[in-house]
């Protein structure tokens, strides 16, 4: 029996099941998940952690996929034996073959990182070489230091690689895209295939650093957030029954002054966010506190005025090396995890709660009908074909908290809607940016990224334009080709 009729009867199965009102454990053991980029130790562990605490998926076959086999060796033996510590049923291959990890998939989780981090550096080395801070990739609205979305061309060859194999080998699988960009690699795989992909991000997971620091119980909370994946907003808060906001301005009056961020990422209520929140009416939520306009971002001492001492935020020059820093002694961890049999995984992963990333109950919605709400990245289209946010076109990738069964992906309704402040002057601008981003990209015309540039305000010549295309070209084979360079 071929992988797609064992699925089909299991389905058939679940549902026949489900009429007759019967509880039984349906067997898993044919439901595949591909994670591509599992070399991400930690990434990786907390969804098979995710898995083992999901019984009814906990017998399933994870597939294994990178190119690193060093990081893949050790992601594999540490997965199978914290899979082991927890009593669970799942299996486990390892791979570096894309096209085999694909085979017989029913989701495909990609967190792949084309190049890497030393690749991301290089390109911003050479855009400041030319006078872009941060690099031609940090633009208004995107000031993310891993969200590349112009000199990304491997990145993107992946993305179509991934969604092409999808097409070819198990066309009714889901494509579960969790590495950056998600905006512009959502909207790519959507218009150049016909893959069902879904973008995956913990951004909106800011909303709990304002509850927390408000006192209020996450389950008094009534909130929705809205907008594009890195660029959402706040734009239902109630708590108990009352404005929710009032509340926030309670405590921006009588204790936004003594705030001090813990680490480059906490900025959530930064007196840049707050600043944010009084110009637009709602607050931005997680990494889009990071993507304000160039006010904020114009150089590392701006940042640290707005995003705190003493690193201006994760994006400025102190807070990136701080956190190339941690994902450092994160490597040598796992590599200490891997060669250590007697390492305590159980400490460094505790087996009492999920990871909180949406991945596992995401599968586990669609399969066993464990209906779950979530944040995703889906088109901009209802069940009866409707807008979701009125203002965009359908095809668009927005970001909304949706509800997630068997069934399907159901988008809640944005009540209140996005204020129009925040449509025109912030998320419009950012959605001309990601089409113009892959306009580019389908059209292989660099003169379109050239034009990105003019309108770029720290572009002072056409010289400078043309120099820092060309040196990109000489460093970024992959970019070279695609232009035709």
Not at 87 to 98: C, H, I, M, Q, V
Not at 342 to 353: A, C, S, V, W
Not at 413 to 428: E, F, G, Q, S
Request: charged share 30%.
């Amino acid at each position: 029996m071929d992988n797609e009729l064992k699925r089909s009867n299991r389905r058939q199965r679940i549902n026949i099941e489900r009429d007759k009102l019967k509880i039984e454990v349906v067997d898993m053991r044919d439901l595949k998940i591909s994670i591509i980029g599992a070399g991400s130790a930690i990434f990786s562990l907390r969804l098979v952690g995710d898995l083992c605490r999901t019984k009814d998926l906990s017998n399933s076959l994870v597939s294994l996929m990178d190119i690193d086999s060093e990081r893949l060796d050790a992601v594999y033996a540490l997965a199978t034996r914290y899979a082991r510590l927890l009593g669970s049923g799942l299996r486990f291959e390892k791979t570096a073959d894309l096209r085999k990890s694909i085979e017989g998939a029913d989701f495909v989780i990609n967190t792949a990182l084309v190049g890497g981090h030393a690749e991301q550096a290089k390109m911003r080395a050479i855009g400041e070489k030319h006078g872009y801070y941060r690099g031609i990739d940090a633009q208004e609205f995107n000031m993310v230091s891993d969200y590349f979305t112009l000199t990304n061309t491997g990145q993107f060859n992946y993305f179509l690689k991934i969604a092409h194999t999808i097409e070819e080998l198990v066309p009714n699988a889901y494509f579960l895209l969790a590495s950056n960009p998600v905006f512009e690699g959502t909207n790519l795989i959507s218009r150049a295939s016909g893959v069902k992909v879904v973008g995956f991000c913990h951004g909106h997971e800011g909303v709990k650093d304002i509850f927390k620091v408000l006192d209020m119980n996450e389950k008094d909370v009534d909130w929705q957030v809205a907008g594009f994946n890195h660029n959402i907003w706040l734009t239902r808060f109630r708590y108990r029954g009352a404005d929710g906001y009032k509340f926030l301005d309670s405590w921006i009056e009588r204790e936004s002054e003594n705030w001090k961020p813990e680490d480059p990422f906490d900025v959530q209520l930064s007196p840049g966010v707050i600043d944010m929140y009084r110009f637009y009416g709602k607050i931005p939520i997680g990494d889009a506190a990071r993507n304000g306009s160039w006010k904020y971002n114009y150089n590392d001492e701006v940042k640290k005025k707005w995003y705190g001492e003493p690193w201006g935020g994760a994006d400025s020059s102190e807070g990136w090396a701080w956190y190339q820093k941690r994902l450092a002694r994160s490597t040598a961890k796992t590599e200490e995890m891997a060669r250590d049999e007697n390492y305590d995984l159980l400490k460094e992963f505790p087996p009492e709660k999920m990871s909180g990333e949406q991945h596992i109950p995401f599968i586990d919605a669609i399969v066993n009908n464990n209906g779950v709400r979530l944040v995703l990245n889906i088109r901009n289209s209802g069940p009866e074909g409707d807008l979701i946010i009125p203002s965009f076109p359908k095809e668009v990738i927005i970001e909304v908290p949706v509800w997630v069964d068997s069934s399907g992906i159901k988008p809640e309704k944005i009540d209140p809607a996005i204020p129009k402040r925040i449509v025109n002057m912030y998320l419009t601008p950012r959605w001309m940016r990601m089409e113009w981003a892959i306009e580019a990209y389908l059209s292989r015309d660099i003169s379109i990224l050239k034009e990105f540039l003019y309108r770029d305000p720290r572009t002072k010549s056409e010289e400078q334009v043309e120099g820092v295309i060309r040196d990109i070209a000489l460093s970024n084979p992959a970019f070279k080709e695609h232009y035709s360079l």
